[in-house]
């Protein structure tokens, strides 16, 4: 199969494809607006989500849990939140764990720990009032200590977050925390038992949204400080379902019937993270909830297949790319990155290798993303171009060039159809090498890597945190080296401008440069194609592709 799709695509690099009519999806699936909202003038209409069922129960109306949920799993890098960088091992924190803010299914941000919050004039200071009656899974009450706690260790050069500076670095004394330069972060404050403060360095719109991101969630300090090994094993955590198994065949949680917003409507939920493909075990009966693969997307969007109408399709909040060290050869001539890009042809990429499942990317940010700009063209597919601009470089000779992905069983369609593609337009051998997805991420945060491809999905949405994040020369999560000071002004002043028209101006123009100057190639934004029993109600699917669970009920069947 990989061969043909690779026949196929250097024959479309040769011929580029007018524009497809869309795929088409179940109408049962058309999701309705909804908002993103944070205080003050950025507030703004936002991205919709789906789901196949009725409005869910209440947590003040339902009844006790009952019944089980089976799902597909992947199998997490850590269950701690102060370490966790991948979608992965999120899907289970946001379970097992919770912060003083949490991100709704529609993308708003909501009281979670914290019951309400103040900002005063300045917009830098904020109060949390914590609810009174949250508990740790083990029975102890949380306190305004634990949050303070668990921020304080997120930050702590001894934990070895590779997050935190990203995700809590607004907060003042967080960098001299991290650097080692203090014991406590300055800007985290008790002032009662269930009141905190946090004071950030400058009035900044997404701060709030960045709490919902695990960093910050609270942990027992107990279990923490008393572990020999991997305490979050046996994670002692606040949300709504407890960790009750883990191994390497399935993770199982189990309802948290003392949970602060009320019982979930499910009593277990079990991942299975052995077992084959997805699609095969969801028609065994094996799981409830699947996600589709390329080769199974055909027959579920065929209306003669029974299961059409069990398809659940949601637009993703993601870009996928192709990306390059900036600062080794022979990627540091911006002419190579140029000539890489205009000799990529996009449209091939989501119609041929990946079956019309995704959507080509002109720019960084997704659509619906805030500061999305639908007048950004990209840079278009044209091997002449690419050559000349090869013949233009500082490339030189038979420079060994090495694409890193992550997985087993081989690179993939995707990556085997670059590398012939370009070996056919630019002339260029490429050695593909894979590693565990683990060993991947180590990689990426010491940039280790020539030339790599991996996605990006919003924690939240605010163009910050894709521009910001993944392309400012000092961020953390600039596995590419990239430096532009043009770029760092660009987004350093939008950090803390209070127009939000002049602040999504700045987003713009700072991907604007990223884009030519191909700190990235974009390839493809996602769509979630997801299989879910008729019998299981509630579910939502976010655009981040994270499953709502507190209110899915599972009938008899």
Not at 188 to 194: A, F, I, N, R, S
Not at 248 to 255: H, P, Y
Not at 298 to 321: A, G, Q, W
Request: glycine share 6%; net charge negative; proline share 7%.
């Amino acid at each position: 199969m990989v061969a043909i799709l690779c026949v196929a695509y250097l024959i479309l690099a040769c011929n580029p494809l007018k524009e497809p009519a869309p795929t088409s999806v179940p109408s049962a699936v058309a999701p309705t607006s909804t908002t993103f909202a944070i205080p003050g003038p950025t507030s703004t209409p936002f991205l919709p989500t789906a789901t196949p069922v009725p409005s869910p129960v209440s947590a003040a109306t339902r009844a006790p849990a009952d019944g089980s949920l089976h799902l597909y799993g992947q199998e997490p890098v850590t269950l701690d939140p102060a370490l966790a960088a991948d979608t992965y091992s999120h899907e289970y924190i946001g379970k097992i764990f919770s912060g003083l803010v949490r991100m709704s299914s529609n993308l708003e941000i909501l009281p979670d720990i914290a019951e309400r919050w103040e900002v005063d004039d300045s917009q830098t200071v904020y109060t949390f009032y914590l609810h009174q009656n949250v508990k740790f899974h083990n029975g102890r009450s949380v306190t305004a200590e634990d949050v303070r706690y668990s921020i304080e260790r997120a930050c702590d050069p001894e934990t070895g977050s590779r997050v935190a500076s990203s995700y809590l670095g607004d907060i003042v004394g967080a960098a001299d925390k991290l650097s080692g330069r203090a014991s406590q972060v300055s800007g985290v404050q008790v002032l009662d038992g269930h009141v905190l403060r946090i004071t950030v360095d400058a009035p900044k719109a997404y701060f709030l949204a960045k709490l919902t991101y695990p960093t910050s969630f609270v942990v027992d300090r107990e279990q923490v400080e008393g572990a020999s090994g991997d305490w979050w094993e046996e994670a002692n955590g606040t949300g709504p379902f407890r960790l009750k198994q883990f191994s390497s065949a399935s993770i199982v949680l189990q309802a948290n019937d003392d949970f602060y917003r009320g019982w979930p409507s499910l009593d277990e939920v079990i991942y299975r993270l052995t077992g084959g493909g997805a699609v095969g075990q969801y028609e065994r009966g094996q799981i409830d909830v699947a996600p589709v693969s390329v080769a199974d997307v055909d027959r579920v969007l065929d209306p003669n297949n029974p299961l059409h109408d069990e398809l659940v399709v949601v637009h993703s909040l993601d870009t996928y790319y192709l990306a390059f060290n900036t600062t080794l050869p022979p990627f540091d001539d911006s002419k190579v990155r140029l000539a890489f890009a205009y000799a990529t042809n996009k449209r091939a990429v989501a119609d041929v290798i990946l079956n019309k499942m995704v959507e080509p990317a002109a720019g960084i940010l997704p659509p619906n993303m805030p500061g999305y700009n639908k007048d950004l063209k990209g840079i278009p597919f044209d091997p002449d171009v690419a050559l000349d601009l090869l013949d233009e470089s500082n490339y030189v000779g038979d420079l060994p060039i090495v694409y890193t992905v992550s997985g087993q069983g081989g690179p993939g369609a995707l990556p085997e159809a670059l590398v012939e593609s370009y070996r056919q337009i630019l002339g260029v051998e490429i050695e593909t090498q894979q590693m565990s997805w683990s060993r991947f991420l180590d990689g990426l945060d010491k940039q280790q890597f020539q030339m790599f491809s991996l996605g990006w999905i919003a924690d939240y949405p605010d163009a910050q945190n894709f521009l910001d994040l993944l392309f400012h020369s000092q961020s953390e999560y600039n596995h590419t080296a990239y430096s532009n000071r043009e770029v760092d002004a660009l987004l350093e002043q939008a950090r803390t401008e209070s127009d939000r028209g002049i602040r999504l101006d700045l987003y713009q123009k700072a991907e604007e440069i990223l884009v030519w100057d191909v700190a990235w190639i974009p390839l493809y934004h996602g769509i979630d194609y997801q299989l879910v029993k008729p019998y299981v109600k509630g579910l939502v699917i976010s655009p981040q592709g994270f499953y709502y669970l507190e209110d899915v009920v599972v009938e008899p069947h």
